[in-house]
């Protein structure tokens, strides 16, 4: 008889979600002082806590990618400031932080995505795409985008400028710049 299984305890589960914000924080920014022990240390858990949590180094950065993509579907679902343009603004710069992110941490764990972490990037786009999705919808309806805008030409162009940058320090603001004229020139006239 197979044994049921239990609920996580509430301390676990705090644990969990602070070693995914430390790894977020921590190896988001790469560079020599990331490190698994150094997540451990910014979570306030040992070591073994973080490997009964997430036992190899891909189960950590899915972890971590997967929270990103939740939190930027729910900033999607979040956004109504009355104003159609800077919604999409907002959210195309939440998107950048998620990419900064995610190159921080394959660059510090030193992950070859695997057939699950493909899966997962699928799924993360469909998800991502149905949120500003909703978002390019309701400015056309509103007038306040082209109604030509479309939601592959966004994320095309955000993720060309993406990889076409350098990761050195100030990439993100370029990029940012860059979005920006993007988003102003989806304006409707």
């Known amino acids: 008889m197979a044994e049921a299984r239990r609920k996580p305890r509430a301390d676990a589960l ?22 698994l022990e150094a997540v451990a240390r910014a979570a306030g858990v040992g070591i073994g806590t973080l490997y009964r949590n997430f ?38 710069h939440a998107l950048i932080g998620l990419v900064a992110t995610k190159r921080g941490l394959l660059g510090a764990l030193a992950v070859v995505p695997t057939d699950a972490s493909r899966a997962m990037y699928d799924e993360s786009q469909v998800q991502m795409k149905a949120a500003v999705g909703g978002l390019i919808s309701a400015g056309i309806a509103d007038g306040a985008l082209r109604a030509d805008a479309e939601v592959e030409d966004l994320l095309s162009t955000i993720y060309g400028l993406c ?8 990439w993100e603001a370029r990029v940012l710049r860059l979005i920006d004229i993007f988003i102003d020139g989806l304006r409707a006239r």
Do not use: C, M
């Not at 644990?15 to 995914?20: A, D, I, K, T």
């Not at 899915?62 to 400031?81: N, P, T």
């Not at 990889?163 to 100030?170: R, V, W």
């Open 14 to 35: 705090r644990n969990r979600r602070r070693l995914v914000e430390a790894a977020k924080e921590v190896l988001g920014r790469g560079g020599p002082e990331a490190s």
């Open 163 to 170: 990889h076409a940058s350098p990761p050195e320090p100030g």
């Open 55 to 92: 036992p190899t180094r891909e189960a950590l950065f899915q972890a971590v990618y997967r929270h990103e993509v939740e939190q930027l579907i729910a900033l999607a679902g979040d956004l109504d400031s009355g104003d159609r343009v800077a919604d999409l603004r907002a959210w195309t």
